[in-house]
């Protein structure tokens, strides 16, 4: 038997007049015999991780279904996800039992200052932070070693390292929840400018004036590139042809929102401080982000990723949805029925802008299926009832993952109390990291597949 197909380099880049363009995954980057050395006995593992949190707890009424068992409707929170209910994984009972042993600060740093962790840190409000590797940053050394960037931390809130924000605690353990090591957090990049340049790399400086110079001249980054994209297209088969036109047409249209995106938030703030390129709206804020992060996962830039959809003691208000109420204190509900259904418009309205991301993942083909099903995406906060800041029965979703044997579909019930850190020994597993123990672990859920 010959093999005669050409095979283009998992890293190929486009480059031109400074500019580089990652290319999505392509069959000719394949290679020819991949398909013949796979069994179909064992399921393939994840590719991707996404960890997405969300702050001040939850009007848990409206998270729940209303039994165990199959998904047969999506209850109130996530009906943005109804069309692929069968890939949703919907697990209760998990505790954040770390957040309560710590002694100091308020329950806010402790509920994002463990999410990941599932390890209590060390008390404090100045520079001296301690906590511990977050999962994500576990799946992050492994998978890492493969792509351009080790992870990408996104949010669309506050991204402040230092400074008290919650009672005393460090703003470290409310803004972020990924820890590359225990004195290590890692800050959220909120700009999208800032994550497209990290991205493509077509800037030569971040210095503001060296910015405005560069976008006074800027041309499309596609645009610079398409000599060169031009030749690798006639290289190509149909399919791949589709996917790097789909793939492109995605570029430029992140590109030209962003800019919209910065000439508006220059025109309409001009007397705040803010760096160009973060829109106003929350929506649309948030949504870019996310379908940054798509290119990044469609490109191979990264595997991995956390994104905070508000940071922890946010007090935004949503107007746009009829919330006038700041979130922080709306929290605070003291089981007012009306107060209640507000909560549920932000958390609804906050998985909207995650649900933009899934059904983009759920749309894109990849291998045998669509990124969505390599991908495991993990939804959740480290507070359940919002009112009483209990760290137990937390709203935890897992959406995607199926080419990995995760059978969505089904919401689960495990005993109260259950160690959250039970559910990542077996999601690390399906990333093919394999540890025993993380965190204050006491075994691992076998309910993912």
Not at 402 to 415: K, L, P, S, W
Request: aromatic share 6%; net charge negative.
């Amino acid at each position: 038997m010959f093999i005669t197909r050409k095979r283009l380099s998992r890293r190929t880049l486009l480059r031109g007049a400074g500019a580089a363009l990652a290319l999505p995954l392509l069959d000719a980057m394949v290679p020819a015999l991949t398909a013949l050395s796979q069994t179909a006995a064992a399921p393939a593992r994840l590719r991707r991780l996404g960890v997405f949190y969300v702050p001040n707890g939850m009007s848990m009424g409206y998270w729940w279904p209303e039994a165990e068992g199959p998904l047969t409707a999506m209850p109130a929170t996530l009906q943005s996800l109804s069309s692929l209910k069968d890939q949703v994984l919907l697990l209760g009972g998990l505790a954040d039992e770390p957040a309560n042993l710590i002694a100091f600060g308020g329950d806010h740093a402790r509920s994002a200052g463990t999410f990941l962790t599932a390890t209590p840190y060390k008390p404090t409000e100045g520079a001296d932070v301690y906590a511990a590797v977050s999962m994500d940053q576990l799946a992050a050394r492994e998978l890492g070693r493969e792509t351009q960037l080790t992870s990408l931390e996104l949010g669309v809130e506050s991204n402040a390292m230092v400074g008290s924000c919650d009672a005393g605690a460090s703003c470290a353990y409310t803004n972020t929840i990924a820890w590359r090591t225990p004195t290590t957090p890692l800050p959220v990049e909120r700009d999208p400018r800032a994550v497209f340049e990290r991205l493509f790399g077509i800037s030569g400086s971040t210095d503001s004036a060296a910015r405005l110079a560069r976008l006074e001249r800027e041309r499309s980054i596609v645009d610079a590139v398409s000599a060169e994209l031009h030749r690798l297209e006639q290289r190509l088969g149909p399919e791949d042809r589709s996917k790097m036109s789909e793939y492109v047409d995605s570029v430029r249209d992140v590109e030209r929102r962003i800019q919209i995106a910065e000439a508006q938030s220059s025109r309409e703030l001009p007397l705040v401080d803010e760096p160009p390129g973060i829109p106003d709206d929350y929506a649309t804020h948030a949504k870019l982000l996310m379908d940054l992060l798509a290119l990044a996962y469609q490109a191979d830039l990264t595997r991995v990723s956390t994104f905070m959809l508000a940071k922890e003691v946010s007090g935004r208000a949503y107007p746009e949805i009829g919330v006038s109420d700041s979130h922080h204190p709306l929290s605070h509900h003291q089981d007012d029925p009306a107060k209640l259904e507000r909560l549920h418009m932000v958390n609804e309205y906050h998985f909207q802008q995650f649900a933009h991301l899934v059904k983009q993942l759920a749309a894109t083909p990849e291998g045998d299926g669509t990124m969505l099903d390599h991908t495991a995406l993990l939804y959740g906060t480290g507070i359940s009832d919002s009112n009483t800041h209990f760290h137990d029965d937390l709203p935890v979703a897992i959406v995607g993952g199926q080419a990995a044997g995760i059978r969505g579909g089904r919401y689960v019930r495990h005993a109260l109390g259950t160690p959250i850190a039970n559910l990542y020994i077996p999601l690390l597993d399906r990333l093919g990291v394999h540890v025993d123990s993380f965190g204050d672990s006491t075994g691992r859920i076998e309910t993912l597949t």
